[in-house]
């Protein structure tokens, strides 16, 4: 195994700002941080700006859900594969390092890194694409689940977060990797909804987005640097990779997960230390490149993870979106969607523009979809519909 190092030239310059106070000023000011209500979530002494965040988005309805949402493997009974929120702690810990290295706020790494999936449907990144089919063939529009985040966090639950924060959860797509990330000014909350309007109506738009920040910058890349190599544990553990791990090796990054973390991260410290952009050197970039390839077609493109999702969830969810719009649509309020989604949203204390029950119904039908976990679907399918087929997983004995 190779773990590298900073190189002594770097490690002497950052020894050297910090004794002498010359630290880069490179991190995002927290009194430039912008709200929807700026008279509400003053930062104090003890709470800052985006320590406030990092709490509303703890303490939101839909954090601890994360624990039972797919992030690969939905198949499985097995403690030991990844869900959803280990995903999000592991971004978040793998930024919070890389940005204390490069000096940056901290607390705005943490926020974007805790909320970038708060928008995840259940079954991940394909129950995204068959809610996506479904919303956009009834209304036109799009789902994705890094807008949804915003969703969730700034119309679901206006949260009141800052700009600055749901920036770099809209910002987040790990699917689009860039040797460099340099942020893209953002100075209002009339500029962010446009850009989120038109990700709805238009999902190549969703492409170019790029976080405000340095911060959200250093989140994005990071998603892809907590799921690479997890993501191959995983699979190994799921059985579904044999012995042939050399052609999961990749060259200077590595091989292994503890490898690919330390190296990525080395090296983007190494090449973004003082600068108003995060960069990886061109060598890593295409091994990463190369290693995302790699894990689509060793693992997530495989029949053993596509065939069950396109064989039997994606008939799931359109059945299920079906009755539910049925439901709105005859006014039936002992439905699951009024009394698991509509009431307790609607009782929320924080302050709306118009009651939720008055949202378009796709909508209302998204919002509570994507809000499931993977128990909840399945046992919401069974309960709607009792003779239908559903999941068989692996036991934990098989």
């Known amino acids: 195994m190779k773990y590298d190092n900073l190189s002594r030239e770097t490690i002497q310059r950052m020894e050297y700002d910090k004794m002498t106070g010359r630290i ?10 912008l709200r929807r209500n700026p008279d509400k979530d003053r930062p104090n002494a003890f709470r800052g700006a985006f320590v406030r965040d990092v709490d509303k988005i703890l303490h939101s309805a839909y954090y601890s859900r994360f624990a039972d949402k797919t992030q690969v493997f939905s198949f499985y009974k097995n403690d030991d594969i990844s869900r959803r929120a ?5 971004v978040s810990r793998i930024a919070r390092t890389i940005g204390s290295a490069l000096c940056l706020n901290l607390d705005l ?6 909320g970038h999936d708060m928008g995840h449907t259940p079954f991940g990144h394909a129950g995204e694409k068959y809610l996506d089919e479904l919303y956009f063939e009834k209304c036109g529009r799009h789902f994705s689940h890094n807008i949804h985040s915003a969703r969730v966090l700034d119309g679901i639950y206006p949260y009141n977060l800052t700009l600055q924060t749901l920036s770099g959860i809209v910002s987040h797509n790990g699917e689009m990797e860039c040797e460099l990330y340099r942020p ?4 209002s909350f009339e500029e962010f909804d446009r850009q989120i309007e038109g990700c709805y109506l238009d999902m190549e738009n969703n492409k170019h987005l790029m976080p405000s920040t340095l911060e959200g910058c250093v989140v994005r890349i990071c998603d892809i640097i907590a799921y690479l190599g997890k993501d191959r544990q995983d699979a190994k553990k799921a059985g579904l990779l044999g012995s042939e791990e050399e052609v999961f090796d990749m060259g200077v990054i590595g091989r292994f997960n503890a490898e690919i973390i330390n190296n990525l991260s080395v090296n983007i410290i190494e090449n973004s230390y003082g600068k108003p952009y995060i960069k990886m050197s061109p060598e890593y970039f295409e091994a990463l490149k190369s ?6 077609e ?3 493109l495989t029949p053993a993870v596509a065939d069950p999702q396109a ?9 299920m979106y079906n009755r539910l719009e049925k439901d709105l649509r005859d006014g039936n309020t002992s439905s699951p969607i009024y009394k698991h989604h509509i009431e307790p949203v609607s009782q929320s204390f924080y302050k709306r523009q118009r009651p939720y029950i008055e949202e378009d119904i796709h909508t209302l039908i998204t919002d509570y979809m994507a809000s499931m976990t993977d128990d909840y679907f399945v046992d919401l399918h069974a309960y709607l519909f009792p003779n239908e087929k559903t999941i068989e997983y692996v036991g934990y004995f098989e």
């Open 109 to 114: 790494i943490e926020a974007i890194a805790l």
């Open 298 to 300: 060793r693992i997530y």
């Open 291 to 296: 290693a995302k390839r790699s894990n689509y």
């Open 311 to 319: 064989k039997i969830i994606k008939p799931m969810f359109t059945r």
């Open 86 to 90: 280990l995903h999000v702690q592991l």
């Open 184 to 187: 893209r000014p953002l100075t």
């Open 24 to 33: 880069p000023r490179v991190a995002f000011d927290e009194r430039e941080a």
